[in-house]
C-alpha cells in the first residue's frame, strides 16, 4: 500500500471509523428522537428483526403485499370460495 499524501492523512485524522456508521445514518436519528428510544442498539435490533419478517412475508404468497386479505377473509365467512 502506498503512502498517504499530506491532504489524505489530513482527511483521515477528522473521520471517527468506529462511530461512522451511526453518524452518517439521519433518517435513524430522526426515528431515534421522534419516538424517545434512548439506546440506539434496541433500535437496530428492531429495525433488523422487522426487515425480517417484511422479507419473510414478501417471499410467501398468502403475505404478498399485492393480496388482498379483507377481501378473501370477507368471502370465506360468507361461505363463498375465492
Known sequence: MRELKFHEQKLLKKVNFLQWKSDQNVREIQVLRRYHVQNRDDYVKYSKVAGQVRR??????????D???????ADHKAGREA
Do not use: I, N, S
Not at 388482498?68 to 377473509?73: E, H, I, K, M, N
Open 67 to 73: 393480496a388482498d386479505l379483507c377481501t378473501r377473509g
Open 56 to 65: 419473510e412475508c414478501c417471499r410467501r404468497p398468502c403475505f404478498a403485499p
